[in-house]
């Protein structure tokens, strides 16, 4: 019976795990931290990051429309820090429309520019029909951030990019 629970135990714990993906932030120093997202309902999802000196960040993605997104986006990281091409599909279906079959003969790409040219990053990009993400993440020791997330509806891959409080600056990919 023991070994039942066990089992039981260990399963739950691999459907819970299976419903989230990975994603990764990085700061401009080269730091690395690890984390996850899982989509929810009405085209949210919440995302998790352990983030610098072990803090856990916490917080809710909301989807919104690209023209929104692209406002926020240049108001937060300056003005041309993100080039957009092709019609805005970001209204027209789920944000993972393509991955059910849906598909489309537009196709969108969005270019962002790296956060500190200096260092030698080179930007990231990212194509299909895409969803766009705005999440703001709470720190366990008041640590906060205000992400962008651009994602692929034909690939659920993406990129992004947080902003501190305080200023500072990470790369996000999922």
């Not at 085209?43 to 926020?72: C, W, Y």
Request: proline fraction near 3%; charge should be positive; hydrophobic fraction near 35%.
């Amino acid at each position: 019976m023991r070994s039942f629970h066990c089992c039981l135990f260990a399963l739950g714990a691999l459907i819970i795990s299976a419903c989230s993906y990975p994603m990764s932030m990085t700061s401009l120093q080269g730091e690395k931290f690890s984390g996850r997202y899982r989509l929810g309902r009405e085209d949210s999802g919440l995302m998790q990051i352990h983030g610098p000196e072990n803090e856990v960040l916490i917080g809710r993605m909301i989807r919104v429309d690209r023209t929104v997104f692209a406002k926020d986006y240049e108001k937060s990281f300056g003005r041309g820090s993100i080039d957009m091409d092709g019609p805005d599909l970001s209204r027209h279906s789920g944000a993972f429309g393509g991955l059910l079959g849906r598909s489309s003969a537009f196709h969108e790409t969005a270019y962002a520019e790296p956060a500190d040219k200096s260092l030698g990053q080179v930007g990231q990009s990212v194509s299909g029909p895409l969803f766009y993400w705005l999440a703001s993440l709470q720190g366990d020791r008041r640590l906060a951030l205000g992400c962008f997330l651009i994602g692929s509806a034909y690939t659920g891959h993406g990129i992004g990019r947080c902003k501190s409080q305080s200023g500072k600056e990470y790369s996000v990919e999922f």
